[in-house]
């Protein structure tokens, strides 16, 4: 019974890992303990059921030995294959702008997003910006768009779905440059200056615990 209860729980986490974390997000844990969490309840789940699986009366040790390692190792693996861990996933480390004036776009905002036109990964970083402002409410957020025509806003104002302001950078070329020609980057804003820069790549899980730790 109590193997059968373990392998409930283990299917579950498997199949509901990303919920999980969402789950976590909404309750203000860490953004690092949420992504965590998942995979450290695997390990946890393998330890106890290499520990049940290793009372069956095996005579052969070697077998009952690899068996074991196997279940110890087993939930961790398929987690990982099922929901993988990315480089970026856990980064916190950026780049110091040194308290740089940046572009007008910057005034009264806490975070600004610059991007480009028809960028995926620009799109799907709308939803982790929402997560950060419903979790912050004061954050301002300002998602900065490259471009010159107003037409380029609409993909991302209808994702946006009013949660911040969706708006066309003044200086195309300079704020290509602040971001490093790199879409979407992520700047940490203080006293309406650019302190702090992520790529994309770079802004994992504890640069998000970075920046809500210094709202405030």
């Not at 390990?43 to 009952?64: C, D, E, M, Q, Y």
């Not at 961790?76 to 980064?91: A, K, N």
């Not at 609409?154 to 969706?166: D, R, S, T």
């Amino acid at each position: 019974m109590k193997k059968i209860v373990l392998l409930l729980l283990l299917a579950i986490v498997l199949v509901f890992a990303n919920q999980l974390e969402q789950f976590c997000l909404s309750m203000n844990f860490s953004w690092t303990l949420s992504k965590a969490l998942p995979y450290i309840l695997l390990v946890v789940l393998g330890i106890l059921l290499a520990f049940a699986f290793s009372k069956n009366k095996i005579r052969n040790k070697f077998l009952k030995y690899s068996l074991s390692v196997l279940i110890l190792l087993a939930p961790f693996g398929i987690g990982f294959i099922l929901h993988p861990i990315y480089e970026g996933d856990f980064s916190l480390i950026g780049t110091d702008m040194k308290a740089s004036t940046g572009l007008k776009e910057f005034k009264n905002t806490d975070l600004a997003v610059i991007t480009i036109p028809g960028c995926p990964y620009c799109m799907a970083s709308i939803e982790k910006l929402k997560l950060i402002k419903q979790r912050n409410p004061s954050i301002r957020i300002q998602f900065i768009v490259c471009s010159e025509s107003k037409n380029d806003l609409k993909p991302y104002i209808q994702e946006a779905k009013g949660a911040f302001p969706i708006v066309l950078t003044s200086s195309i070329d300079k704020a290509a440059e602040i971001a490093g020609h790199r879409f979407p980057t992520f700047i940490q804003i203080q006293a309406n200056k650019a302190v702090y820069k992520w790529s994309n790549d770079q802004f994992g899980v504890r640069a998000v615990d970075k920046l809500e730790s210094e709202l405030n």
